[in-house]
């Protein structure tokens, strides 16, 4: 057993010896293996060669640019790519705009006259002359008369309402913009007849039995809508319900019988900014080139008395209208600009296995307005990807100045992102939606892709093959050498093993050793003769016995042939002897 052991031990030794210089495998870094056949069955000790090489072409984005190239992903509208003084750029697309379409006395050419929604009635008069929007109503119930302008009475006439409509056509499409500032500004004057029975009027005399709820009184209003008005948002208004104010007998209600009432040039009433805002953006999300704006004047008279009454109304005048508002630019929420170069493939390099040992990837940026103060973005930053993967480490944009800097100071780690592609990018990503005025240009330069890689060279070549000018020496071919000393040491073991086994020991010990491991795995043994020892005496003693006696007899045999012998013959033989 112990000479098992040995064999065993001495065969892992040989082994662990042998294969290292047969196979070399490499156990670190990414590895780029290669398949070539004619190699497989070849033994020969490897070389590995080790360089480090600028993975990227024009890294100084000189022109022309290639091979790098501008990518856009998310809203093209928001981001857009240029290269000069030799920098790749990204220029985010801010933009900032004023509304002042609407200003002034309103034109006859750009508003139209329009009835209210619903069952209406216009006013008895309604235009736009070089004064603005006006309207003049008298309401009179004596059917059988006609009013001072020229409408038969009709006590039916008590609401009427008039407005005037303009569709406005936006000069881009707001659905990339959002209003951020409005102001509405809209002026009216107003006169009326004392006939006009308002809240702080003595209505009289009580014998035409007065009533009133809501008083005779007029609407000045600006609306806001989409263009297929679906929906009218109210954006000003103001009810001069002075308007008329004086008091008039019941039957002494024409207009001569009163003096006319002004409202002078006053302002409507508009909703706050945010909520103008709100109703500007509301509107155009539905038609986001145009919106419709309605500048409208209701009348609503009431039958004050038993006795016909009349209501004159001279002019209700929309004098001014503005309404402006800027918008800026809406950056879009994960809109991303790439500038990529899709590099040579690692297995370029060479035939044989490549490893990766080390790849670190840096470049130059800045950015030439400040980020925080111009944008409400803190997430967008500089993303590095390789192969489409996301480096874990990226460069905020809130940090970029507007000198250049190193992206990273000592450059980042892309070792695990390598694979055989080497395909680089470096993204401006935008990871928040915000408003953006004024155009903001990231640039990058000095774009560095540093490979450090290891070629494992079973059998070496002349040339390294796009390894950067690596030049390798054919090496000796050592397979009979290997396979002869594998071999020999094989035979070496043999011998040792069979002497330790067996002939260290004498003929007797291997016979009993022999019979021992005969009777421990149970064969048949052959039946044995044991000679006693005075057996063994007696038959030596006669074998010595039968010699002495044998050699005896000779003896005498002789020495009669000799005493037969002539007696010169006798010297001759004693003489013979002497000179021996
Ligand atoms: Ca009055
Ligand atoms: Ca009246
Ligand atoms: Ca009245
Ligand atoms: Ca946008």
Request: charged letters at 25%; one cysteine or more.
């Amino acid at each position: 057993m112990k000479q098992h052991k040995t064999i065993i031990i001495l065969s892992f030794i040989l082994i662990t010896l042998v294969i290292p210089l047969v196979n070399q495998t490499p156990s670190t870094s990414i590895i780029i293996k290669q398949t070539s056949e004619s190699r497989q069955n070849e033994l020969r000790f490897s070389a590995t060669i080790t360089n480090t090489k600028e993975w990227l072409n024009n890294t100084g984005f000189d022109q022309p640019i290639d091979p790098w190239y501008a990518e856009i992903k998310g809203d093209s509208r928001d981001i857009t790519s240029s290269e000069d003084n030799n920098e790749a750029n990204f220029i985010v697309l801010g933009d900032e705009r004023e509304f002042t379409a609407i200003n002034g006395t309103p034109q006859a050419s750009d508003w139209i006259p329009t009835p209210k929604p619903g069952f209406s009635i216009y006013p008895d008069r309604y235009t736009i002359n070089q004064y603005g929007c006006n309207a003049s109503h008298e309401y009179w119930e004596d059917a059988g008369s006609f009013n001072i302008y020229g409408v038969r009475g009709n006590q039916t006439r008590n609401r009427p309402s008039v407005l005037w409509r303009r569709v406005i056509e936006m000069p881009v499409d707001m659905n990339d913009y959002r209003i951020t500032s409005a102001n509405l500004t809209v002026i009216f004057n107003a006169s009326a007849n004392t006939n006009v029975e308002t809240p702080n009027d003595n209505l009289n005399p009580p014998a035409a039995n007065p009533t009133a709820a809501e008083y005779d009184h007029v609407k000045f209003y600006v609306q806001l809508s989409d263009l297929e008005d679906k929906v009218r948002y109210p954006a000003a208004s103001y009810e001069p319900r002075n308007l008329g104010f004086g008091d008039l007998s019941a039957y002494d209600n024409g207009p001569n019988d009163g003096i006319e009432h002004n409202i002078p040039d006053t302002q409507l009433i508009s909703v706050s900014e945010e909520v103008l805002v709100f109703y500007l953006n509301r509107i155009l999300e539905y038609d986001s080139r145009n919106f419709t704006i309605f500048l409208g004047i209701d009348i609503d008279v009431e039958d004050n008395y038993t006795e016909f009454d009349r209501d004159t109304y001279y002019s209700l005048l929309i004098k001014t209208c503005n309404l402006t508002f800027t918008y800026k630019k809406i950056i879009n929420e994960f809109t991303s600009l790439s500038w990529s170069q899709d590099g040579n493939k690692i297995s370029s390099l060479s035939n044989y296995d490549v490893i990766v040992k080390d790849a670190n990837l840096n470049f130059l940026y800045k950015v030439d307005k400040n980020w925080t103060s111009n944008t409400t973005s803190l997430n967008s930053e500089i993303r590095i990807l390789i192969n489409g993967n996301p480096h874990s480490e990226s460069i905020k944009l809130t940090k970029a100045n507007s000198t250049f800097q190193d992206a990273k100071v000592g450059g980042f780690d892309v070792t695990p992102l390598i694979t055989d592609d080497v395909n680089v990018s470096i993204q401006v990503y935008l990871a928040d939606e915000f408003r953006l005025g004024d155009n903001i240009t990231i640039s990058i330069d000095n774009a560095s892709l540093l490979i450090t890689y290891s070629i494992i060279q079973p059998d070496i070549v002349g040339s390294g093959g796009g390894g950067g000018g690596t030049k390798v020496i054919r090496g000796p071919d050592y397979t009979p050498l290997v396979i002869g000393l594998s071999v020999g040491i094989i035979a070496l073991i043999a011998v040792f093993g069979l002497y330790q086994a067996r002939y260290k020991h004498p003929p007797m010990v291997r016979k009993i050793k022999k019979l021992k491991k005969k009777i421990k795995k149970g064969k048949k043994l052959k039946s044995l003769i044991v000679i006693p020892r005075e057996e063994l005496i007696r038959i030596g003693f006669k074998n010595k016995t039968h010699q002495i006696l044998d050699d005896e007899f000779l003896q005498s045999e002789k020495l009669k042939e000799i005493a037969k012998m002539p007696n010169n013959k006798k010297i001759n033989k004693k003489s013979n002897k002497g000179e021996k």
